[in-house]
């Protein structure tokens, strides 16, 4: 089955500065590759997803990059504020069979 | 509101006992969902139905039965609990493979 592998997996980065997080697939199948938030005690949100016929996808300040040679994707959070602390989470998905990565848990310090 | 629900919030129960959690969507969704996150935040899917058909078992105890009586609802009846049953179980919804939206979480605590 699908494996997904994310790094890191907590990022303490300072307002403004920006944020990036890896992942990387295993199943050259896949192609859906979401990215979910998720604040404290709150559902997963979706915030950003790219299929694997495109290699860049941006959002304001959240961008997405897909490499599908080397089965990996990155999400790109720039110009970071307090409220874009939370757990990310990145997925990888063939024929409804979404798997996730462990999450990283980012904080922005003030 | 167009949104995933599920009821209830909140579940403590003792170990040996039968309960059920219900999810409903009125997204027109085709394809509805069972995850189970654990105390490390891990999102593993246990279930997934597509126009009411299974179509994903993971490997998950027997003791889990999903149900889903029309494309709008998803239900997750768990009998003879166990103390490693205790997480937060998402129930989501998604048209074909695309996003899912997830409900707000069932925290299920066995003791």
């Known amino acids: 089955g699908e494996n997904v592998e994310q790094h890191p997996s907590t990022l303490s980065v300072q307002e403004g500065d920006s944020a990036v997080i890896k992942c990387t697939y295993s199943d050259s199948a896949s192609n859906y590759f979401p990215w979910y938030k998720q604040e404290l005690g709150k559902r997963p949100q979706l915030i950003i997803d790219i299929r694997s016929n495109v ?43 979404l798997s996730f990565g462990a999450g990283t848990t980012v904080t922005v310090r003030a | 509101d167009t949104a995933v629900s599920q009821t209830p919030k909140y579940l403590v129960t003792q170990m040996g006992n039968d309960k059920s959690i219900k999810c409903e969507q009125n997204l027109g969704h085709d394809t509805m969902y069972w995850y189970k996150q654990d105390s490390k935040k891990f999102l593993k899917i246990m279930f997934s139905y597509n126009n009411k058909e299974l179509i994903i078992n ?27 049953d205790s997480a937060v179980y998402f129930c989501a919804s998604s048209q074909d493979d695309g996003g899912r939206f997830f409900g707000p979480g069932t925290r299920l605590t066995v003791l």
């Open chain 1, 55 to 97: 290699g860049e996808k941006k959002d304001q300040r959240i961008a997405v990059t897909l490499n599908k040679t080397a089965k990996h994707f990155s999400l790109h959070i720039t110009e970071t504020q307090p409220e874009d602390s939370a757990v990310y989470f990145c997925a990888a998905s063939r024929v409804h069979k």
């Open chain 2, 58 to 84: 993971e490997t998950v105890p027997n003791r889990f039965s999903p149900k889903s009586p029309d494309k709008a609802h998803l239900n997750l009846h768990i009998n003879s609990l166990e103390l490693g």
